[in-house]
C-alpha cells in the first residue's frame, strides 16, 4: 500500500457516504487541516472498501479500531469519531481550552453520537447485517416512535443548549467541532425526514440559526461545494425512505 | 433540597439499577474517591427519581445533561458516562497521562457505550417510551441478531485488544477504567444471557481473566458485596428475558 500522506494526517472511512466520517471532515474542513480522506483513493494508492476493512486490524500494533473512521495523525491512530474530534480539538482550538468547556464541548457531542446511532436504527431496527429491505415493517414502527417522541427530546434539548449559550455558539463566542456536528444533524435531517422537518423545525429556531451561520462560515461553504463532500445517499446514515417520512 | 455532600463529588443516576451509572461507580469506588449517589438518598435529603429527573432542567445554568447520569465535581456538572470517566481519569489516574493513552482508554469506553446502548436494544428495539412486552416480537429478531453477530464482534475485538495488551491491563501494568468497565460488560452479558454466555464465552479467555482480575481488587470486591452496589434487574439494560437468552 502506498503512503499517500506523510506528514498529513489521514482520515479512514468508509469512501462513498458522508456516515459518521462527515462530522469529522467538517471539522477538519473548517480548521483547513491538511487531510487526505483515504479510501476515496483510487485502489493502487491506498483506496477502496475493501483495504480500508483490512487495515483495522493492522494500522497499529495496539490500538486498532472497532470501526471506521478512524485518524492516523503520526504515530497516532485514533479511532471513535467523538474521540478524534476531542483530539482535533485540543490540538487545533476547536474546542475551548479549559477544563469545563472541552468537557462540555465533548458531552454534546456525546449526545450527538447517541443521537446518530438512533437515527440509523431507524432503518435497521432488527439487524446491521441485513437490508433494510428486510425490515421495513420494523423499521415503520421504530421510525415512528423516533420522529414522535425522539427527534423532539433532541432537538428540543440541542435547542435548550442554544438557548443558554452566551453567543451565538454552543460556547458562546468560539465555534467549536459540536457546532459543525450540529450542523450536520439538522443537513441530515432534512435529507432523511423532509416532511416531519418540513412541519416541525420551526419549533427549534435558535438550531437553525445556528445550522445557517454554519453553512455560511466561508470554509464550510467552500467544502460543501467541493467534490470532497459526498451527497447523502441510501448506504448511509441518514437515509431517505419515503415510507420512513411522515409529518406526523 | 438539602446539600448532602459538600466537597465530595455527586453521582446523580436512576437509583434502582445498575445501568450505566454502575460504569461510574466502578471507577469511583476503585480509586476510593468519595462520593454520594445522591437519587439513592432519602427523598427529604434530595433524594428519589422526580428529583433527578427535575434537576436536569436546573443542575447548571448553561451545561445540562440530556440524561443521567452525571457528576457534580465542585462547579463543574458532566453528563455522558464516558465522559465523566474521562474527567475521573484525568483527575485520579483512572487512565494514562500520556496522549496516546488517554486517548486509547477512552476510545475504548466509547466502544464499549456503543454496545452498552445495543445491548439496550435487545430489549427496546422499537420504542424507548414502551415497555418490553409490547415490543417482545421485534426484541426476539434483534436479540437473535444480536447474539449471533454483535455479541461475538464486540467481544472478539476486545479479546484481541487484550491479547495485544502489554501487560494485564489494557494499558499494561495500570488499571484503567476501561478495564472495569470490561468486567461490568461481563457481568451484564453474564446475567442477561446466561444461556449464551456458559457455551461462548471460553472464547474470550482473556477477557474472562481480566473479569476475575478486576473483581479480585480488594477495593472492588469489598464493593460489591456492599449495600452501595445494586443487583442487575429487569429495569436496568442488563435484563435477564428468558425467551431472548438461547444458546445459540
Do not use: C
Not at 54 to 81: M, N, W
Not at 202 to 219: E, F, G, T
Amino acid at each position: 500500500m502506498a503512503v499517500p500522506s506523510a506528514g498529513r494526517y489521514e482520515l479512514h472511512y468508509w469512501p462513498t457516504i458522508p456516515g459518521r466520517g462527515e462530522f469529522v471532515r467538517l471539522a477538519l474542513e473548517y480548521a483547513a487541516i491538511p487531510y487526505v480522506d483515504v479510501a476515496r483513493l483510487p485502489e493502487d494508492e491506498g483506496g477502496g472498501e475493501e483495504a480500508l476493512y483490512a487495515s483495522l486490524d493492522r494500522v497499529h500494533p495496539r490500538t486498532i479500531p472497532f470501526a471506521p473512521p478512524y485518524l492516523k495523525a503520526g504515530e497516532l491512530v485514533i479511532a471513535q469519531t467523538a474521540n478524534i474530534l476531542l483530539f482535533l480539538g485540543k490540538r487545533h482550538a476547536l474546542a475551548p481550552d479549559d477544563e469545563a468547556g472541552w468537557l462540555w464541548t465533548h458531552q454534546l457531542q456525546l449526545t450527538v453520537t447517541d443521537f446518530v446511532a438512533e437515527v440509523h436504527d431507524t432503518h435497521h431496527p432488527i439487524s446491521v447485517g441485513e437490508y433494510y429491505e428486510d425490515q421495513k415493517a420494523e423499521a415503520a414502527k421504530r421510525t415512528a416512535a423516533f420522529r414522535k417522541s425522539r427527534i423532539p427530546k433532541f432537538l428540543g434539548y440541542f435547542e435548550k443548549v442554544l438557548e443558554r449559550a452566551a453567543g451565538d455558539w454552543v460556547n458562546g463566542k468560539q465555534v467549536s467541532y459540536a457546532d459543525l456536528s450540529l450542523f450536520q444533524v439538522v443537513q441530515g435531517l432534512r435529507y432523511a425526514f423532509p416532511r416531519w422537518m418540513h412541519k416541525h423545525e420551526k419549533n427549534y429556531a435558535k438550531l437553525l440559526a445556528l445550522h445557517d451561520r454554519v453553512a455560511a462560515l466561508p470554509r464550510i461553504t467552500s467544502y460543501l461545494q467541493s467534490p470532497r463532500h459526498i451527497a447523502f445517499n441510501e448506504d448511509g446514515i441518514f437515509r431517505y425512505y419515503k415510507a420512513l417520512d411522515r409529518a406526523d
